[in-house]
């Protein structure tokens, strides 16, 4: 396969050469068009005051009006690296979904006349991260092939609409944690041994008891746990598909079982942590690959050989790799395993599968209208959902009944599937999100989604300021100047992850209603590690003028 796509490899290779090494104009300047009006600004004046804090007179009426803070803030944006390679760029940059976030980007940033910035910010940014400088804002307008031109307008008007989206989502997590205490309506299993403990809440101006739990989900069970790897072949679509099989060390038969699903691009040890954490306990654990976007595939595209990071066709076929795993399993399982009553874990991409197993379906319509070129591209995920565009019109069944039960972990969907698609799912579903979410917005694409789920058993959970990627974590680190810790962060979300996962499936997969007390605000209040709260209610209510309702 690969050989078919190494002409593609060694032209883009020889392109990337060619504009890394290529003698490059430098632009002078920046002309900030507002209507009418043109604001010249040098670029060595920006250079100077990122650099070295001084403000030159043709800028001074810009920065003079800044705050200290603001002033400190647009130095670091001037000034701050990205360690991305610029063959990563230039491969990023020709792909579907660079396509359209560079044409957003270029109706802001212009060649002179007003004509979009697309080409130019293109060639720029790849030099840029070829330079020794590094990747910054003020390299890539040092090596944009003209002078730029601003639209202020609808810079403005960018801006505005993330402003207005964090403020939304600020208000909305506010509004969730007040709320959240009211989810509490399951009587705990409380330890005799120890007495409630009285808290005040300055949250609800309220007093309340927060029971002792017998158990810590955190901590592992007394189950070893056993790892095996299995290549399976799917003849009927010519795709080799490896599995790793964790199992614990028992004898017990009719082994509970959860599948995951990985991320775009993830290696298939991604959620090694939360499969053994799930083994200790008495499940068996199965992760495949998916090949075509998975680690290897993202592998293969960074070094040319095809020239998108995954198929259109992985909307369909993630979900088939998994009823295909399945089915090889059931061949293959004497009495061991269970594979009559399922869970699946997802993640990201691999939520959006699990959205698929759990009875969503692709939406035609609803993407037509989402995927128009004059969209807002503020949700990322848009461009991978429009993706499915490709695909032959046609009603897709992928839902597979043994599947009773799915945890999602910041899925994509909203556009993929609609309102339409999302509603058919009928088993029970745990949706986790984060309110510092640039791939999968929390208001954008969670909320709405999982307010259309209709099935009864319901839950959503939100944990603050944890990440969606390390990448993402590092970016709004790096954007709003601040130091989270990105591997303190990365552990505790596996941490919310373990624990919740086990307390679901034990009582959706496993059968066990011990466990249900623990679906509930009062363990996710043990749980949390501040400021890093963690929310769980069971249902949202969104009005169209955006405010929410939790019960």
Same mark, same amino acid.
């Given at each position: 396969?690969?050989?078919?796509?190494?002409?593609?490899?060694?032209?883009?290779?020889?392109?990337?050469?060619?504009?890394?090494?290529?003698?490059?104009?430098?632009?002078?300047?920046?002309?900030?068009?507002?209507?009418?009006?043109?604001?010249?600004?040098?670029?060595?004046?920006?250079?100077?005051?990122?650099?070295? $804090? !001084?403000?030159?007179?043709?800028? +001074?009426?810009?920065?003079?009006?800044? *705050?200290?803070?603001?002033? =400190? &803030? %647009? #130095?670091?944006?001037?000034?701050?690296?990205?360690?991305?390679?610029?063959?990563?760029?230039?491969?990023?940059?020709?792909?579907?979904?660079?396509?359209?976030?560079?044409?957003?980007?270029?109706?802001?940033?212009?060649?002179?006349?007003?004509?979009?910035?697309?080409?130019?910010?293109?060639?720029?940014?790849?030099?840029?991260?070829?330079?020794?400088?590094?990747?910054?804002?003020?390299?890539?307008?040092?090596?944009?092939?003209?002078?730029?031109?601003?639209?202020?307008?609808? $810079? !403005?008007?960018?801006?505005?609409? +993330?402003?207005?989206?964090?403020?939304? *989502?600020?208000?909305?997590? =506010? &509004? %969730? #944690?007040?709320?959240?205490?009211?989810?509490?309506?399951?009587?705990?299993?409380?330890?005799?041994?120890?007495?409630?403990?009285?808290?005040?809440?300055?949250?609800?101006?309220?007093?309340?008891?927060?029971?002792?739990?017998?158990?810590?989900?955190?901590?592992?069970?007394?189950?070893?746990?056993?790892?095996?790897?299995?290549?399976?072949?799917?003849?009927?679509?010519?795709?080799?598909?490896?599995?790793?099989?964790?199992?614990?060390?028992?004898?017990?038969?009719?082994?509970?079982?959860?599948?995951?699903?990985?991320?775009?691009?993830?290696?298939?040890?991604?959620?090694?942590?939360?499969?053994?954490? %799930?083994?200790?306990?008495?499940?068996?654990?199965?992760?495949?690959?998916?090949?075509?976007?998975?680690?290897?595939?993202?592998?293969?595209?960074?070094?040319?050989?095809?020239?998108?990071?995954?198929?259109?066709?992985?909307?369909?076929?993630?979900?088939?790799?998994?009823?295909?795993?399945?089915?090889?399993?059931?061949?293959?399982?004497?009495?061991?395993?269970?594979?009559?009553?399922?869970?699946?874990?997802?993640?990201?991409?691999?939520?959006?599968?699990?959205?698929?197993?759990?009875?969503?379906?692709?939406?035609?319509?609803?993407?037509?209208?989402?995927?128009?070129?004059?969209?807002?591209?503020?949700?990322?995920?848009?461009?991978?959902?429009?993706?499915?565009?490709?695909?032959?019109?046609?009603?897709?069944?992928?839902?597979?009944?043994?599947?009773?039960?799915?945890?999602?972990?910041?899925?994509?969907?909203?556009?993929?599937?609609?309102?339409?698609?999302?509603?058919?799912?009928?088993?029970?579903?745990?949706?986790?999100?984060?309110?510092?979410?640039?791939?999968?917005?929390?208001?954008?694409?969670?909320?709405?989604?999982?307010?259309?789920?209709?099935?009864?058993?319901?839950?959503?959970?939100?944990?603050?300021?944890?990440?969606?990627?390390?990448?993402?974590?590092?970016?709004?680190?790096?954007?709003?100047?601040?130091?989270?810790?990105?591997?303190?962060?990365?552990?505790?979300?596996?941490?919310?992850?373990?624990?919740?996962?086990?307390?679901?499936?034990?009582?959706?997969?496993?059968?066990?209603?011990?466990?249900?007390?623990?679906?509930?605000?009062?363990?996710?209040?043990?749980?949390?590690?501040?400021?890093?709260?963690?929310?769980?209610?069971?249902?949202?209510?969104?009005?169209?003028?955006?405010?929410?309702?939790?019960?």
């Amino acid at each position: 396969m690969k050989a078919i796509f190494k002409p593609y490899a060694i032209a883009a290779g020889i392109l990337t050469n060619i504009l890394t090494n290529i003698p490059v104009y430098a632009a002078n300047k920046v002309d900030l068009i507002y209507g009418p009006f043109n604001f010249p600004v040098s670029v060595q004046s920006l250079e100077t005051f990122a650099k070295e $804090g !001084k403000v030159k007179p043709d800028v +001074a009426f810009f920065i003079n009006r800044l *705050t200290p803070q603001q002033k =400190k &803030q %647009l #130095s670091a944006f001037l000034d701050t690296p990205y360690p991305i390679s610029s063959i990563m760029l230039s491969r990023l940059s020709h792909t579907y979904s660079g396509h359209r976030v560079l044409s957003f980007v270029g109706e802001v940033i212009q060649l002179p006349g007003g004509r979009s910035g697309y080409y130019g910010i293109r060639a720029a940014i790849v030099q840029a991260a070829a330079d020794s400088k590094g990747l910054t804002v003020l390299n890539v307008l040092q090596k944009f092939p003209t002078d730029v031109q601003i639209d202020v307008r609808k $810079g !403005k008007e960018r801006i505005q609409e +993330a402003k207005n989206l964090a403020l939304s *989502t600020s208000v909305f997590v =506010k &509004q %969730l #944690s007040l709320m959240s205490a009211t989810n509490n309506n399951v009587k705990p299993i409380i330890d005799s041994s120890k007495q409630p403990s009285f808290i005040h809440s300055q949250a609800t101006q309220t007093a309340f008891y927060s029971p002792s739990y017998q158990l810590d989900l955190r901590q592992l069970g007394q189950l070893h746990t056993v790892k095996q790897t299995q290549t399976f072949f799917d003849s009927k679509r010519n795709r080799k598909i490896i599995v790793d099989l964790y199992l614990p060390k028992t004898t017990q038969s009719q082994l509970p079982v959860i599948i995951i699903s990985n991320g775009l691009g993830a290696r298939r040890d991604r959620f090694e942590q939360l499969a053994h954490h %799930l083994t200790s306990h008495g499940f068996a654990v199965v992760i495949p690959d998916h090949p075509r976007s998975n680690a290897q595939r993202q592998k293969d595209f960074y070094e040319g050989y095809y020239k998108e990071s995954f198929d259109a066709t992985e909307y369909i076929d993630r979900p088939l790799d998994i009823t295909f795993v399945l089915d090889e399993l059931e061949k293959l399982s004497s009495n061991q395993l269970n594979l009559k009553q399922i869970g699946i874990f997802g993640y990201s991409f691999g939520g959006t599968t699990a959205l698929a197993l759990a009875g969503a379906t692709i939406n035609f319509n609803q993407l037509d209208q989402d995927c128009s070129e004059d969209k807002s591209i503020i949700n990322i995920s848009i461009v991978h959902q429009c993706r499915a565009l490709e695909l032959p019109r046609k009603t897709y069944l992928l839902k597979d009944n043994r599947i009773k039960a799915a945890y999602v972990f910041v899925p994509f969907g909203k556009s993929l599937y609609g309102k339409a698609g999302i509603s058919q799912i009928d088993i029970p579903i745990f949706w986790q999100a984060t309110d510092e979410d640039l791939i999968t917005p929390l208001l954008i694409e969670q909320t709405p989604a999982f307010s259309w789920l209709t099935t009864p058993d319901k839950y959503f959970s939100l944990a603050e300021k944890l990440p969606h990627t390390r990448i993402g974590l590092s970016i709004m680190n790096q954007l709003i100047a601040r130091k989270l810790p990105v591997d303190k962060l990365l552990q505790l979300t596996q941490t919310y992850l373990s624990a919740l996962n086990l307390a679901f499936f034990k009582v959706y997969i496993a059968q066990d209603e011990q466990y249900r007390p623990y679906l509930q605000q009062s363990y996710a209040d043990v749980l949390t590690e501040k400021p890093y709260n963690l929310l769980l209610v069971k249902s949202l209510q969104i009005s169209p003028n955006s405010s929410v309702n939790s019960k």
